[in-house]
């Protein structure tokens, strides 16, 4: 059974920095793209990152590019989320996906594109 776990959220200052983590078990996460969205109360799963199974490959939303880095190991089947000069405006859940047997160089930037999600992990940005 394919379970995907985010890790790393927390309570953060505006400026600060959060890693997250998102570990796989079940099978190898190294034929997979994988990406990050974000949801708050009220509003629509939202795009945040993407990655290519390769690697090679990443997408980011307008809105967190140049803050935000997505990563992955495959040797760990880890996958991360690096969040630079946070902002209240990131707060939400933050949601880790995963798109099986992807052609090596695609990111997926849509919630329908991907098989497998996590539960989630909040991150709240005070001001």
């Known amino acids: 059974q394919v379970q995907l776990i985010e890790s790393g959220g927390g309570l953060v200052q505006a400026g600060g920095s959060l890693r997250l983590s998102c570990a796989a078990s079940?099978?190898?996460?190294?034929?997979?793209?994988m990406g990050w969205f974000r949801q708050t109360p009220g509003k629509e799963r939202e795009f945040v990152a993407a990655?290519?199974?390769?690697?090679?490959?990443?997408s980011y939303a307008d809105s967190v590019k140049g803050r935000f880095t997505i990563s992955r190991d495959n040797a760990k089947n880890t996958v991360y989320l690096q969040m630079n000069s946070l902002k209240p405006e990131d707060t939400a859940v933050y949601y880790c996906?995963?798109?099986?047997?992807?052609?090596?160089?695609?990111?997926?930037?849509?919630?329908?594109?991907?098989?497998?999600w996590g539960q989630g992990t909040q991150v709240t940005v005070s001001s």
């Open positions: 996906a995963r798109r099986s047997w992807a052609l090596p160089n695609l990111s997926f930037t849509t919630a329908t594109q991907y098989y497998y």
């Open positions: 079940g099978r190898t996460l190294s034929s997979d793209a």
């Open positions: 990655i290519s199974a390769s690697g090679v490959s990443t």
